[in-house]
């Protein structure tokens, strides 16, 4: 919201000298026009937001366009490519459906993929305001506004994800790791062993190299 | 000329026989009678062979046309965003040959030629840069020995048995020698400020795929590397120019790399938010899990690599790593780990990187549930699948560096199985 045009403002500053520095023995100094071309990443505090809008009624044409082929007209997903919606509650289930609206922590990580990596074949197609519409549209299928919403650098920090506080930094080395960091047993170290699964029943192995 | 001609091919067809029913030949050894091979001058022995100019970058020979990457269909959705799997069941030794070395792509392997790369250090730097190739191979470079193994590597086992065959549960994996520049030089040439305690890591392809790696890291051992196995990278490996992150999971070494932004916090980009998090059994997921934690395989015998010769002198081989140092011990067990020995451990040890064991033994033609564990230099015993679980339920896709079980059954051939 406020937060970030200071952001910006102290980037601009903190770069300024930048352009001035003194050549490098290897390498040349980066214009800011080619900064600006490929540093189109997009960070949770909205950091690299550029300005624009889009509402969820000119996203969903978007999306019915650019991207229903692949995951559906209601992001509900196309044979095996990825579902955009749904799934919300559950994570804790045996199959847990993993979208945008269930599992990602960030709206900005949607925004900041959509743009630069999809669609899927022609990446980099999608201006900043069809991008906040597509993104408008998927927080529509997500349940997480309502029809009339419009997504824009401005209100773009005030929309909260379900699952936001659903992530904990690997804490692998106060848990597993001491776990597991025992002299391990060498002899006679249990008294049965049976075999309980088999690959084979299955059987979705790939035969020879044929296949 | 004709006669030799028809006598090769007979000859190589027998040899063909002979590879595919191994205790048919080895009984056939034993069975007294002169060996034709031997007693019948060969056409290999007479004739001649290819001159030096036949083949100027050569492939391997077409008997070993088995020792390919594979993939599995059902795992992706097409061919362009997935994975295929080094045949690490054929390999020895600790070097993967890069044409058979796994791939991994999120929008396809793209064709970027050398005086086309541009590599951009940006952000919060002193002065923002761009390289050319012929820029970067003017700084100080350095060679390792790493593996890199994808975070999904044998993600399609976590509820259970389901691949049958190493190349498949272990094959997101190969290890390869790096001529590279320290990431560190490149940072120090442009000069990063103070605040800079994350950096981002993008390639060229339409995937953008990046990733945030933390400072401490980028300032460590991380590698802009260009060269691989002595040669150019391949292609489908990044060519010309990618990154390598050792001990980190292989998603972070990103390919045909082009842009290196210095900032305060990091990105929470797709891949390391969406995908590269692992849900635990309460719903609630960790993210940053970088290291790949010590692991191993017994790649021989297994159920790609069967015991064709019947019971006496049995080799076991595999492969065993840490991203978090070396490995100091490998255990082998033969009865589903109640019992384990000592492996012997061949060759280099190099930090996070690829070690061969081998365990000899006198196989008595009895069924066996063959295991492996390895130890690395931190002193982390390789865990159970169920010990593994017990922290993190079935649903964490990644980081599944359980142990591992083949049964092998008394005609030789070998199994992938769960084992209580």
Redesign the interface.
């Known amino acids: 919201m406020s937060r970030f045009p200071e952001l910006l403002l102290l980037t601009a500053l903190l770069s300024a000298p930048a352009a001035a520095a003194e050549a490098p023995r290897i390498g040349r100094i980066a214009l800011p026009e080619e900064v600006a071309a490929w540093d189109l990443d997009i960070r949770p505090d909205g950091f690299g937001l550029p300005e624009g809008s889009g509402d969820v009624l000119t996203g969903e044409e978007l999306f019915s366009e650019r991207c229903a082929l692949c995951h559906g007209e209601f992001g509900e997903g196309v044979d095996n490519w990825p579902k955009l919606a749904g799934g919300q509650g559950t994570l804790d289930h045996d199959d847990p459906q993993k979208t945008i609206g269930s599992y990602w922590p960030y709206l900005s990580t949607a925004w900041d993929y959509v743009h630069r990596a999809m669609p899927f074949g022609d990446a980099r197609s999608l201006t900043s305001d069809e991008t906040y519409a597509i993104v408008a549209y998927l927080l529509y299928n997500n349940d997480l506004v309502d029809e009339e919403f419009t997504l824009s650098r401005e209100n773009f920090l005030e929309v909260e994800m379900p699952n936001a506080d659903g992530f904990f930094v690997d804490d692998r080395a106060t848990t597993e790791v001491p776990a597991f960091s025992h002299p391990p047993c060498m002899t006679d170290c249990k008294q049965e062993v049976e075999i309980t699964m088999h690959a084979t029943v299955l059987d979705v192995t790939p035969d020879d190299t044929t296949d | 000329m004709t006669d030799t001609t028809k006598k090769g091919t007979t000859r190589r067809g027998f040899l063909a026989g002979a590879a595919a029913g191994g205790a048919l030949a080895a009984t056939a050894a034993r069975a007294g009678g002169p060996d034709p091979l031997i007693t019948e001058v060969q056409p290999w022995a007479q004739s001649l062979g290819d001159g030096v100019d036949a083949t100027p970058y050569g492939m391997p020979i077409h008997f070993e046309?088995?020792v390919?990457r594979?993939?599995?269909?059902?795992l992706?959705?097409?061919t362009?965003?997935s994975v295929n799997f080094t045949p690490i069941h054929e390999l020895d030794g600790t070097i993967t040959p890069q044409g058979c070395a796994f791939e991994r792509h999120?929008?396809g392997a793209i064709e970027l030629a050398k005086p086309d790369w541009r590599l951009?250090?940006?952000?919060?730097?002193?002065?923002?840069?761009?390289?050319?190739y012929d820029?970067l191979i003017?700084?100080p470079r350095e060679n390792h020995t790493y593996f890199l193994e994808c975070a999904a590597n044998g993600g399609m086992e976590w509820a259970?048995?389901?691949?049958?065959?190493c190349q498949?549960t272990h094959g997101m994996i190969h290890n390869m020698e790096y001529t590279g520049i320290p990431l560190r030089t490149l940072l120090a040439?442009?000069g990063v400020?103070p605040e800079g305690k994350w950096v981002?890591m993008?390639g060229a392809d339409?995937?953008?795929m990046?990733r945030s790696i933390p400072i401490g890291k980028a300032l460590d051992d991380v590698l802009v590397a260009f060269k691989a196995n002595g040669e150019a990278l391949r292609k489908e490996h990044g060519y010309p120019v990618r990154l390598v992150v050792p001990g980190w999971e292989g998603n972070m070494w990103v390919k045909w790399l082009?842009?290196v932004?210095v900032?305060d916090?990091p990105?929470?980009?797709?891949e390391e938010?969406?995908k590269y998090?692992d849900?635990m059994?309460?719903?609630?997921?960790?993210?940053?899990?970088?290291?790949m934690?010590a692991k191993s395989i017994i790649t021989s015998p297994s159920?790609q690599a069967p015991i064709t010769h019947g019971p006496g002198p049995t080799v076991i081989s595999g492969l065993a790593w840490s991203g978090r140092g070396s490995i100091r011990e490998v255990?082998v067990s033969l009865?589903?780990?109640?019992?384990?020995?000592q492996a012997r451990l061949s060759g280099a040890s190099h930090d996070k990187a690829l070690h061969r064991f081998y365990f000899e033994f006198d196989w008595n033609g009895s069924e066996l549930?063959l295991q492996s564990?390895a130890?690395d230099s931190?002193?982390?015993?390789?865990?159970t699948k169920e010990?593994?679980r017990s922290?993190r339920g079935?649903?964490s896709v990644y980081h599944n560096n359980g142990i591992h079980t083949w049964?092998v059954k008394t005609n030789g051939e070998a199994?992938?199985?769960?084992?209580?």
Request: a negative charge.
């Open positions: 046309s088995h390919v594979r993939n599995v269909e059902w992706t959705a097409d362009i965003s999120h929008a951009m250090i940006h952000g919060l730097v002193e002065r923002p840069l761009v390289f050319t820029d003017r700084f259970g048995a389901q691949l049958n065959g498949f040439e442009a400020k981002l993008e339409a995937s953008s990046s082009r842009r932004e900032g916090q990105w929470e980009h797709r938010t969406s998090t849900t059994a309460d719903g609630r997921s960790r993210r940053w899990t970088w290291e934690d159920p255990h009865d589903g780990g109640k019992n384990w020995q549930l564990r130890v931190t002193g982390y015993v390789q865990p010990q593994l922290f079935v649903n049964w199994e992938n199985v769960e084992i209580s």
